[in-house]
């Protein structure tokens, strides 16, 4: 700097009152560890979520709402008028209709039908709040899967656990405030941005955990580097990195900052965590886990272990879902492979206090259409009605809500929007969705957008 040329970065940060280190100092005041926890807007129901994401778009058809005349009518097409501006993914809506693949049974204190295809579930039914008049505006799985996770269909916005993790922090210091696991055939469509920061500092973004050895990769020391190197190293990090933040201001580093003292924590905490071998042996069979086999069991009960250290929002994603044909064979490995984990993590939970005040959610992006697709065993996506269930966190047990038509093709009664839904998960964690916003290009964002509201009949 001359006297002819006065440097920027200088005039923020020295000029008059030090506008630059007077924003990071008031944004490390604020953010004391961005993941410190922090009040919600008003008493909450829940503390915690764990979402059972089952990407693909399970069919409600054959596992949630038994429709009688979709069977009666089982090869004939459908009503003309039903069809007025139907728009289907692949199929010509003028399909005939298939009957669903698999028996329903009346379970639970309230006689519930549920499917044959989901015997542990039925024995805590009782426990869930099962809806099925849910209903989305798309109908192919990415932009699916990016309005259920983010609130919207394009990418680059905030999924749903940064939002929780910006709005309450953390509860833990030693593992990360929102977790995700992938099982099944591959990863969801929508990709890493299903759990992503979007505008939001990237410290709240989803950390995804891999379900055997080092949960996350290069986590273990490499050879020659032990911990008091590695903790001087992090050290002179932490000063330079501070020092940067000091004449910067900017939100990023501070987020650098903060994940490299979290793997240095996570050297710890992780290994103890992954280490299902310390589960007694009637907890690992209720949930049909077996310790470092990756599974969609393995994930349920290192979610149970999570939530019990303080995260605060923990995502499992099974994608597998996807059947426009074989869905007689494919849907029953489906539900043998998450059926009993999912009720056990219901059961597990409740026995040990924990349901009261986390939220489990499960479903997928859509349904799937009354129609055949794939000769005689498929179904193609359907955004018009589908299924799904909630438990614990304020939801109120033993309800079904909503209905289809007679057909499973349109909501007749109690439709819920996924911004409803999204609006009903923050109103249970303490916020009204309208007030939890963040400033982006000139204006505030929010989850559910500029729509939803609170499903009051979901609540207990």
């Known amino acids: 700097m001359n006297g002819n040329h006065i440097a920027r970065r200088w005039f923020l940060k020295d000029c008059a009152i030090g506008l630059g280190a007077m924003a990071a100092q008031s944004l490390m005041a604020a953010t004391a560890g961005p993941m410190s926890p922090k009040k919600p807007q ?12 089952m990407a693909g778009a399970p069919s409600h058809l054959e596992m949630f709402d038994y429709k009688p005349q979709l069977a009666k009518f089982d090869g004939t097409l459908p009503p003309p008028d039903l069809l007025k501006g139907y728009r289907a993914a692949f199929i010509n809506p003028n399909s005939t209709l298939l009957g669903p693949k698999y028996k329903f049974h009346k379970v639970g204190g309230n ?17 869930i709040a099962i809806v099925k008049s849910m209903n989305t ?30 709005g309450l922090g953390s509860e833990t210091q030693d593992l990360p405030a929102f977790v995700v696991f992938s099982s099944g055939k591959k990863g969801p469509s929508g990709g890493n941005s299903c759990w992503g920061s979007g505008f939001l500092p990237t410290v709240y973004q989803g950390v995804q955990f891999r379900g055997s050895g080092d949960p996350v990769l290069y986590l273990s020391n490499p050879p020659g580097v032990d911990q008091t190197l590695q903790r001087d190293s992090l ?52 949930y049909g886990a077996v310790p470092g086999k990756p599974s969609f ?10 939530v019990e250290r303080g995260v605060r929002f923990v995502q499992l994603y099974h994608e597998a879902w996807d059947q ?4 007689t064979r494919d849907i029953a490995i489906n539900c043998k492979d998450t059926d ?51 438990a614990g966190g304020g939801v109120k047990p033993g309800l079904v809500m909503g209905e289809s038509d007679e057909l ?11 911004h409803d839904l999204h609006a009903t998960m923050l109103h249970m964690l303490g916020f009204d969705h309208t007030k939890l916003t963040f400033r982006f290009q000139g204006r505030d964002f929010r989850l559910t957008d500029v729509q939803g509201n609170v499903i009051q009949k979901l609540l207990a």
């Open 42 to 53: 008003f008493e909450p129901t829940a503390k915690r979520v764990i979402f059972l994401f």
């Open 297 to 306: 069991a393995n994930d349920c009960l290192l979610a149970r272990r999570l």
């Open 408 to 418: 499973g093709f349109n909501v007749i009664k109690d439709k819920v929007h996924v």
């Open 235 to 286: 050290d002179s990090l932490r000063k330079l990195n501070q020092m940067h933040l000091g004449v910067m201001g900017d939100p990023e580093i501070e987020t650098r900052i903060n994940s490299f003292e979290m793997a240095f924590r996570m050297q710890s905490s992780a290994p103890e965590l992954m280490d299902l071998s310390k589960e007694p042996r009637h907890i690992l069979d209720m």
């Open 137 to 166: 505006d798309a109908f192919n799985h990415a932009p699916g899967q990016l309005l259920m996770n983010t609130g919207t269909q394009q990418f680059g916005r905030p999924s749903m656990g940064a939002w929780v993790t910006y």
């Open 340 to 390: 009993q984990a999912c009720a056990a993590l219901i059961q597990d939970l409740k026995q040990r206090g924990m349901l009261k005040d986390t939220l489990v959610v499960w479903g997928g992006e859509f349904g799937r259409t009354p129609m055949v697709q794939g000769g005689n065993d498929g179904r193609d996506h359907h955004p018009n009605a589908f299924t799904m269930w909630l």
């Open 111 to 127: 006689g519930t039908e549920l499917s044959e295809l989901l015997p542990h579930l039925a024995k805590v039914v009782d426990d």
């Open 324 to 327: 426009h044909g074989n869905l």
